[in-house]
């Protein structure tokens, strides 16, 4: 009996985070897809590291390799020791480092765009959801507007001539310019969904009653958004991100497969599949391997985000 409530009171007096962490261990694939996302994002980044200890470049040429007609010799595409996922066919680069500086890329781009939208959508949310009035009007007006545009055709459509307008400011040129063209997109449309999200938790948050003692003692709107508001909106942020990130690095993959990401020489997911698909007959395996592994990203992406959200579900037992 009375060990029981002494786990009881254990319990108690534990804090949301600890009970967050709790559940999250206790889900053993959040933690196995967390573990695989680390894998991945120190493969991306430490790229030039991995690469090194393999004696490969993603740059190098290995026309040794190569037949006459410049296709990979040897099983799946030139699989080898020194080249655990083959050749690319033609340059005959070695396509695991490829992968490796192309998925640095769309990490990269995947987590700008998701702070950025994620910093964007808190600001406008909160002040929509607390000031409400005028300022809610115009939010949601602009927000409706954002939402009846179709962002896919929208993006095909300008990114070249944001292209030209990024380079003509001299700060970035090329792939640097296209990169920041479609992180501006993914903001510019990406926003609005998080920021009614937050909203309609701003406006519920706002009737509490320890909102309403803060403003009652005098606290200046400020140190209510700040102290009060911001660290209930925490969690839904967190979630957001977790969700988003495997949504984004698709997106990046699918535009520079239709042209509008990066170009070569550098690469990424996109690029390496719409180059596969010329060779697809005649050396499957440069399809299949990128596929395979941008899929386990998005997977191990995907199934972190769930195992979060779970875990941060207030109402979860």
Do not use: C
């Not at 010799?73 to 396509?95: C, K, N, Y």
């Not at 209930?232 to 942020?237: C, D, F, K, R, S």
């Amino acid at each position: 009996m009375l060990e029981a409530e002494d786990n009881a009171q254990e319990v108690a007096l534990r804090t949301p985070k600890q009970i967050a962490i709790a559940r999250f261990r206790r889900n053993k694939t959040g933690v196995f897809s967390l573990g695989a996302v680390i894998f991945f994002i120190f493969l991306a980044y430490g790229a030039p590291i991995v690469t090194r200890i393999f004696g490969v470049s993603s740059t190098e040429t290995y026309l040794t390799g190569l037949d006459q007609q410049a296709m990979p010799m040897g099983f799946g595409g030139g699989i080898s020791w020194q080249h655990p996922f083959g050749l690319e066919p033609g340059a005959g680069r070695d396509v695991f480092a490829m992968l490796l500086y192309g998925s640095r890329i769309s990490f990269s781009v995947a987590i700008l765009t998701s702070v950025s939208t994620i910093g964007i959508g808190m600001l406008l949310g909160i002040s929509a959801g607390f000031y409400r009035g005028r300022i809610d009007a115009i939010i949601g007006r602009f927000s409706d507007l954002l939402f009846a545009f179709p962002s896919f055709f929208m993006i095909i459509a300008l990114s070249y001539p944001m292209v030209e307008r990024v380079e003509s400011l001299g700060i970035v040129r090329d792939n640097g310019a296209r990169l920041t063209v479609l992180i501006i997109f993914f903001v510019f449309f990406g926003w609005p969904g998080f920021a009614r999200l937050v909203r309609s938790q701003a406006m519920s948050l706002r009737e509490r009653d320890f909102i309403m003692a803060a403003q009652s003692q005098g606290a200046s709107n400020w140190r209510i958004i700040t102290k009060e508001m911001l660290p209930n909106l925490w969690p839904t942020a967190i979630v957001f991100l977790s969700l988003s990130l495997p949504g984004y690095l698709a997106a990046e993959a699918v535009f520079s497969f239709l042209g509008v990401g990066i170009n070569p020489p550098a690469t990424t997911f996109g690029l390496v599949l719409s180059d596969g698909i010329k060779y697809w007959r005649s050396d499957p395996a440069y399809l299949l391997i990128p596929s395979l592994m941008l899929i386990t990203i998005v997977l191990a992406l995907n199934l972190f985000g769930d195992a979060v959200r779970d875990a941060l579900d207030t109402k979860a037992e």
